[in-house]
């Protein structure tokens, strides 16, 4: 999917997906990984929604990234 990187203004500030389809989903991302692209860029996202997790913050659906690069 495609979208807008931001950060929420919460307590944990997780990073989320603006997707183009006006879904915000909250980002979780693999450990130790290091993101090449500032919030507010726009990615292309690829991932999985797992019904087994939730997070503290609540923001939106979770959605497990395998792989996130820059998009138009």
């Not at 919030?39 to 999985?48: C, L, W």
């Amino acid at each position: 999917m495609r979208g807008t990187l931001r950060r929420v203004e919460v307590e944990m500030q997780p990073l989320v997906l603006d997707a183009d389809d006006g879904t915000t989903w909250e980002l979780l991302l693999p450990p130790g990984w290091v993101l090449e692209v500032e919030p507010g860029a726009r990615v292309t996202v690829s991932g999985d929604a797992p019904t087994d997790v939730a997070t503290a913050s609540m923001v939106g659906p979770v959605l497990r990234v395998r792989s996130l690069s820059p998009g138009d």
